[in-house]
């Protein structure tokens, strides 16, 4: 159970450090509120400087479109601009409800998540990795489309 | 065509390098992995502040030299050959 004197987050454990910390639930919360108030096609610019510098989409490009497509209901074209927004929509109301549930809540949460950490830690690390190559492999597409413009044009 | 060729090599370098960056934020913590993904130049304060690895110097020198200079080679690159066309 949690160490006495700290609360869950603080009280050591991978979960409770990478997953279950104050800044993340705090991350989640900022993110579930602007999924719904945000316009799901977005605001017409990109705050990405990486896609603004090269025109190429990053590894986390059109996931804020994705994320606010989920919260308006539309689970199609959510996949269709991000496929891994549904399952970050899922984690921010996970989180934003641990941060609803109160101290008791989390401790429980990490109490049960303790025997299972080196799955957890396992399926995470795995997800990351399959983020990123999802967005290398979408930005080689994207490079590969433009020199093929490019060699038409010329 | 050279100047196409080295610039893609050092913006190849510079995404390697920046994915190394990302994937140590994620394993930081989640929150601090989205935000070097979605909050603009987070990242740069992630990888001066909290970043740690041995070659850190190198990593973060190659991330941003090779994003910076491989970026102008590819414009000016570019710039000549429809120059020359």
Redesign the interface.
């Known amino acids: 159970m949690v160490e006495e004197g700290k609360g869950p987050a603080e009280a050591g454990g991978w979960a409770a450090?990478?997953?279950l910390?104050p800044?993340?639930r705090?991350?989640?919360l900022v993110?579930l509120v602007a999924s719904f108030l945000l316009p799901p096609r977005g605001l017409g610019f990109t705050?990405?400087?990486f896609n603004r510098?090269?025109g190429w989409p990053?590894?986390?490009c059109g996931?804020?479109r994705s994320v606010t497509h989920v919260s308006h209901g539309d689970l199609l074209g959510a996949v269709d601009y991000h496929p891994f927004g549904l399952l970050?929509w899922m984690?921010a109301v996970a989180l934003c409800l641990l941060q609803l549930g109160g101290p008791r809540l989390r401790a429980a949460v990490q109490a049960r998540l303790a025997p299972h950490e080196r799955g957890l830690r396992r399926s995470?690390?795995f997800l990351?990795?399959a983020f990123?190559a999802f967005g290398?492999v979408r930005?080689a597409a994207a490079i590969l489309d433009d020199t093929n413009l490019?060699t038409h044009a010329? | 065509m050279a100047m196409l060729a080295i610039g893609g090599l050092l913006l190849l370098a510079a995404t390697v390098c920046q994915i190394i960056i990302l994937v140590h934020a994620f394993k930081e913590s989640l929150a601090q992995g989205f935000l070097s993904l979605c909050v603009p130049f987070y990242i740069l304060y992630y990888m001066f502040a909290k970043f740690e690895h041995d070659k850190k110097a190198m990593i973060i020198g190659i991330a941003l030299g090779g994003a910076i200079v491989g970026n102008i080679l590819m414009q000016v690159g570019v710039a000549s050959m429809a120059g020359a066309m």
Do not use: D, E
């Open positions: 450090r990478v997953l910390s800044l993340c705090g991350v989640a993110i705050i990405c400087w510098w090269t990053c590894p986390g996931l804020t970050v984690l995470y690390m990351v990795y990123i290398v930005m490019m010329i």
